[in-house]
Structure formats: structure tokens, C-alpha cells
């Protein structure tokens, strides 16, 4: 992976449910981390040969592996949120991590 490629800051949120001091649910979505990644939108043919598989992917974000992340997860970029599509551990060899994303609204 080369590191020079991750130059937008992206944060990852998780769905959480606590329950406030009356018993009631508190759903949320609450910050996990943000890091460095690289932020791709897929375009022309390699977005087509993506519809082919995933009919929703419109963006790939490469970023450094984390093996917590999970598809429940959803990423943040400079205002617009991605619902992760399905993680992808590059080679195996858990460096990369690459997430093939949905943009929401």
C-alpha cells in the first residue's frame, strides 16, 4: 500500500444502543475512529463491472486494516456518508483494507 495515496480524513461510526436513566433506548451513531485514507469514486467501465456485482458500490475507499471494522459500520467523508458495502482484506495479508461503499441520500 502506498501510504501517500491515504490524504483525506475519513471517520468510521458504529450504530450504538444505550439506555438513558428512565429505561429509555438511545440509538446513535457514534464515532470509532477517523484516519487517513484514500477516497475513490468509482466512474466509467470499473463503475459498470462494479454494478455488475454490487448494483449499489459508487465509491472505494482504501485505507490501513482494521480487523474490528465490520459492514454494519458506515464511513463519513467531508460531509457525505458511505454505508459499507463489503470489506475487502487486499492479499491477506492485513495491511489494506479496502471498503466498497454506498453513498446515503
Known sequence: ????????RVTVERFTSTVDD?????????????CWAAVE?????????????QSEVTTRIRMRFRPWMT???RVI???????????IDVRSDHR???LMCKAVG
Open 71 to 73: 459492514a454494519q459500520d
Open 22 to 34: 428512565w429505561g429509555t433506548p438511545i440509538e446513535s451513531w457514534a464515532p470509532l475512529f477517523t
Open 77 to 87: 467523508h467531508n460531509g457525505t456518508t458511505y454505508n459499507i458495502v463489503s470489506l
Open 1 to 8: 500500500m502506498n501510504a501517500g495515496k491515504l490524504d483525506q
Open 96 to 98: 489494506e483494507l479496502v
Open 41 to 53: 469514486p468509482l466512474v466509467g467501465r470499473e463503475y459498470i463491472a462494479a454494478q455488475a456485482l
